[in-house]
């Protein structure tokens, strides 16, 4: 982790992927350079003012150069294009078997909480072969979670989620950096990545303080904040219950549906008067300001919990599903 690099080490498939995309991008550059740069320094030489050469400049035609240097550029810029396209989306879906990690950026330090309950800060422990996904946000102002072991790389934005996930293949302690200025201590907003045998990593969880796993907290906060005594099932008030919604599309009482992502649970909570669920009131009182990041990331937790569909998915990019578990 020490010794100077050009490049960081490939920890995980995809760092190997875009590797190979930038250096066939570079490769490409250097080529086209090499077309326009070399003809201008020989040309420059060859016609300078004063040489001996054939100045005649007879007019030439030619139907294939001209095709051929505007589609052969044409061809390559698509089919970089398209490699990136792919590379991209691949990047923005997250597999459904993912470890689950909570991310909250503050001004100057990452906290992090896993699903199990084990919080850390600045670090991050996870095992090799597992994909692992992040469900991200700020406190205050933008940072971005980058650990360029994994060339992953993405903003945390206060009030809303992103995710990031990556599949890290070679155990070892790798950099976390906050890869966006985000006020003086900025460059000390940085971490590790530790990545361990599986083995290894479950003796990890099980030492220190156990922390309660984020849904059971979510279950507690839930009683505790009297969100139960509305959607409990005995309530007299006429409140949605929340049991099997995640992941589905709900009805909205404009007529619209939603899919009920994190981003809809969030804003559910924060906002209740934004979508208001198809026969019901608005009689919610929001939350904003009282709940820190931590417990709604908790709350949302335990929604997922209790039912809909465990996609594993991550941030604003989750599709509907209809499916159920
Ligand atoms: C005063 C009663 C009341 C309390 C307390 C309350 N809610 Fe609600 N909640 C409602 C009502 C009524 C709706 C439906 C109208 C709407 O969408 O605002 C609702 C809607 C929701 C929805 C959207 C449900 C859907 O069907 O789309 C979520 C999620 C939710 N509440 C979560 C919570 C959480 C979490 C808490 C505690 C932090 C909480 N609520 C506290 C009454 C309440
Ligand atoms: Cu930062």
């Not at 010794?3 to 490769?27: C, G, I, K, T, Y």
């Not at 594993?312 to 499916?323: A, I």
């Amino acid at each position: 982790m020490d010794e100077f690099r050009l490049f960081p080490p490939q920890a995980s498939p995809v760092a190997q992927q875009l590797d190979w995309l930038f250096f066939a991008l570079s490769a490409i550059t250097i080529f086209f350079c090499a077309v326009v740069f070399l003809p201008i320094i020989f040309f420059s030489v060859k016609y300078r003012r004063g040489s001996q050469v054939d100045r005649s400049h007879p007019r030439t035609e030619s139907m294939l150069i001209e095709s051929g240097w505007t589609l052969v550029p044409l061809l390559i810029a698509i089919g970089l294009f398209s490699w990136g396209a792919v590379l991209y989306f691949h990047m923005e879906r997250p597999p459904r078997d993912a470890l689950q990690v909570q991310v909250v950026g503050k001004q100057w330090m990452w906290k992090l909480q896993h699903a199990e309950g084990k919080r850390e800060i600045n670090e991050l422990h996870v095992p090799a072969g597992r994909t692992v996904a992040l469900t991200m946000t700020s406190q205050d102002v933008i940072h971005s979670f980058f650990i360029p072991a994994f060339r992953t790389k993405q903003d945390v934005v206060p009030g809303k989620y992103t995710g990031e996930w990556f599949k890290p293949t070679l155990p070892g302690e790798y950099h976390l950096f906050c890869a966006e200025y985000c006020g003086t201590n900025h460059s000390r907003m940085i971490g590790r990545v530790v990545v361990m045998e599986p083995i290894d990593y479950e003796k990890w969880l099980n030492t220190g303080e156990p922390g309660e796993a984020t849904a059971l907290a979510g279950e507690r906060l839930f009683r505790d904040r009297g969100c139960s005594g509305c959607h409990g099932l005995n309530s007299k008030f006429h409140a949605p219950p929340l049991e099997n919604m995640y992941g589905r599309s709900r009805p909205l009482a404009t007529g619209e549906t939603v899919a009920a992502d994190e981003r809809y649970l969030r804003d559910s909570i924060l906002l209740p008067g934004k979508e208001i669920a198809a026969g019901y009131e608005n009689i919610m009182p929001s939350y904003a300001g009282q709940l820190s990041e931590e417990e709604i990331m908790q709350l949302i937790a335990y929604l997922k919990s209790i039912g809909g569909s465990s996609t594993g998915k991550v941030g604003p990019t989750e599709p509907p599903s209809s499916s159920g578990k």
